[in-house]
């Protein structure tokens, strides 16, 4: 982003539950300043040595349910935000 005034800046992560083997709830803090969120993305990557693809979910909330992951595999989770430009 070219100025931190109007940067959308990403959540954190507060906390990542698994609800059932293939599902799970990502806990954001939303950005402590910057424009308003539209939307939250959260991308879950397999780590090594799992294999697939990424999970990618938007979510308008912080709290943020993820479907569509494999049992018994580890993830990376990260965060962003997508927010109204120019606010």
Do not use: E, M
């Amino acid at each position: 982003c070219c100025c931190c005034c109007y940067c959308c800046r990403a959540p954190v992560i507060v906390s990542v539950q698994p609800t059932s083997p293939r599902t799970a709830l990502v806990l954001l803090n939303p950005p402590a300043s910057g424009p308003p969120v539209l939307a939250y993305l959260v991308k879950l990557c397999p780590i090594r040595p799992f294999t697939g693809p990424c999970v990618n979910t938007t979510c308008p909330t912080i709290n943020c349910p993820v479907t569509g992951l494999k049992p018994s595999t580890k993830y990376n989770v990260t965060a962003d935000a997508t927010c109204r430009s120019g606010a």
